[in-house]
């Protein structure tokens, strides 16, 4: 008999005060600006990061060795309303396409001026109990989407 696993996604919204465009854009074009060099899968320092714009787009990392590590690949590209991407990180934080959790990140416009982000991390049952439910802990916890979030945040209202 096969027994079924379900993980608890992990949700997450912020409000920025920038438009529903920008906010998207910000998001996307300019995760290099955000993202935390900290926070990578490299063998070596973070130099870059990029999300190509388009479904099938990786989203990806560049390193001082040259090298590059891929996050996650587009699955839904809908600007500014939507984004669905792979996560293609396994419980080890090692680079693994099979471990197939998703982000789907929404902007919703609560004013011309004024953003709703909502992210949602899930499908971590593919990593299997206890993969999942690291990998769940890890990126709903403090470290995780709350502070990532934040500095997007940051990055946004600066501009």
């Known amino acids: 008999m096969t027994q079924t696993i379900t993980i608890a996604p992990v949700r997450k919204a912020i409000t920025v ?34 999300i190509e714009p388009r479904v099938g787009g990786r989203w990806y990392s560049v ?3 040259g090298s590059e590590s891929v996050t996650g690949i587009v699955k839904v ?4 309303h939507r984004l669905v991407h792979s996560w293609d990180i396994n419980a080890m934080w090692k680079p693994d396409a099979a471990a197939g959790s998703e ?14 982000v909502e992210l949602e991390h ?21 470290g995780g989407w709350n502070s990532i979030l934040e500095l997007y945040r940051k990055d946004a209202e600066a501009a």
């Open 103 to 116: 982000v789907e990140v929404r902007f919703v416009a609560e004013s011309p001026n004024r953003t709703r």
């Open 63 to 65: 390193h001082e060795d």
């Open 17 to 50: 005060n920038v438009s529903q465009p920008r906010a998207f854009e910000v998001f996307t074009a300019g995760i290099d600006r955000w993202w935390p060099k900290s926070h990578h899968i490299g063998g070596a320092p973070l130099v870059r990061s990029a």
């Open 122 to 142: 899930r499908n971590f049952e593919r990593m299997g109990q206890d993969g999942g439910q690291k990998m769940r802990d890890a990126v709903g916890g403090e």
């Open 77 to 80: 590209w809908d600007p500014p």
